[in-house]
């Protein structure tokens, strides 16, 4: 949540799009030489079959990525309760004042937090796959071997991950994947590191993850009438997620993603399009700030909001104490241009050519169909990607309510 500023804002900057197939774009722009995008097949002495990391392998055209479609939006409310329509939905307030916000407001005494030990895996998106199964089924008959009509099924957060790994050097990762029905469904495993440092987090590290909840609070309203209310109590409990569907290359994705907020104008576009990402970052003050800024938060920011189709960026720019000072709309599309100023940064075609790569090594790996069953992906920083597979195990997270409902269905 806690993301920097340039004392150059990034809306000066001409547009260069990574358009998006079927966008709307002169269509010769989409038009990418067929590329081979098959994983590093090397076998290593004494593991298993592996996918490099190593960026120079994934610097070549950039894939076909579908321009992201809705087709549908669940909301969770205060209680984490499953609500299979938009009731969270909340609404951009564009600012008519510079910024004085407190983001520190309400820490010790409005404020609900959500308890991160619970894991809920895939859960609310199996939940509204089965409340939605018309936009998602197949159009076969309904004893169609593949009752849902994807290649994958994963939370946005999920990809966000896969396509900055070749530039990670900080965090490893795990990913499980079943296939069930022919689909992969890909869930996030916590590594040991990252619950250490859950369980440890300081009281300073704690406040400032609130801080990017109370920014939402000061731009957003709860409905395009109204104005924030930053008095109000902060709950992340409370989320509104779309769910999309695309085609990486040719591996067909189902995914949703927790959206901060849409423009309120009634003019305003369809979603995903009307959508708005809203992150705060300390001031930058100097040109080795603005360098960091640009390699490591534009790269998380960018390949956020690019997957789900979200085409802007509310950045607020904090103080160390936690009080946001300034404001800037950052173009998703225009990242691409920023980024170019810096020497040997992060390049989206990588990020995209490597996410590619990893769905067609699971693809080739993940070959036995059984909710029991669960190929476990790691990555570990400047390592390959491996995997190991694992049967009635600790790893498994298909509920059996969602098993049994599908096969329920084609009995």
Not at 71 to 90: A, E, H
Not at 138 to 146: E, L
Not at 193 to 218: D, I, L, P, S
Request: aromatic share 12%; proline share 6%; net charge positive.
């Amino acid at each position: 949540m806690d993301h920097g500023r340039s004392n150059n804002p990034p809306s000066s900057y001409k547009s260069h799009r990574l358009p998006y197939e079927g966008d709307g774009n002169d269509s010769r722009r989409n038009r990418h030489p067929k590329t081979d995008y098959q994983y590093d097949s090397r076998q290593i002495p004494g593991r298993p079959e592996c996918l490099s990391t190593r960026k120079e392998l994934y610097e070549r055209n950039f894939p076909v990525y579908k321009q992201p479609a809705e087709v549908g939006s669940f909301s969770l409310d205060s209680k984490r309760r499953f609500f299979n329509d938009s009731r969270q939905i909340r609404y951009y307030a564009k600012l008519d004042r510079r910024p004085n916000f407190d983001l520190t407001d309400g820490y010790r005494d409005r404020y609900v937090k959500r308890d991160e030990s619970v894991k809920e895996n895939l859960n609310h998106l199996l939940q509204w796959i089965l409340a939605n199964r018309a936009a998602v089924g197949s159009s076969q008959a309904a004893a169609s071997p593949c009752p849902i009509d994807t290649d994958f099924v994963t939370w946005r957060g999920h990809l966000t991950k896969l396509l900055t790994t070749p530039y990670e050097n900080r965090e490893g990762w795990l990913l499980a994947v079943t296939k069930f029905k022919g689909t992969l469904y890909v869930s996030e495993v916590e590594t040991e590191a990252a619950r250490t440092q859950r369980q440890n987090r300081t009281e300073k590290h704690k406040e400032m993850t609130y801080w990017g909840y109370k920014f939402e609070q000061y731009m957003c309203a709860d409905d395009a009438q109204s104005v924030p209310n930053p008095g109000g109590v902060v709950n992340t409990n409370e989320a509104f997620c779309a769910v999309v569907r695309t085609r990486l290359a040719d591996h067909r994705l189902l995914f949703s993603g927790e959206v901060d907020g849409r423009d309120k104008d009634p003019r305003a576009p369809p979603p995903p399009e009307c959508y708005i990402e809203l992150k705060t970052s300390a001031e930058i003050c100097t040109p080795k700030q603005r360098s960091n800024f640009h390699r490591f938060k534009l790269l998380k920011w960018w390949a956020q909001s690019f997957l789900l189709g979200v085409p802007r960026i509310i950045a607020g720019f904090r103080t160390q104490d936690g009080v946001v000072v300034d404001v800037e709309t950052i173009s998703v599309s225009e990242i691409s241009h920023i980024i170019k100023a810096e020497r040997n940064c992060w390049k989206p075609t990588v990020c995209m050519n490597f996410c590619c790569a990893f769905l067609s090594f699971v693809k080739r790996t993940v070959t036995e169909d059984d909710p029991s069953v669960v190929y476990l992906f790691s990555y570990e920083p400047y390592g390959d990607v491996t995997f190991t597979v694992h049967r009635d195990s600790q790893y498994s997270f298909l509920p059996p309510w969602y098993v049994e409902e599908l096969i329920g269905r084609q009995r």
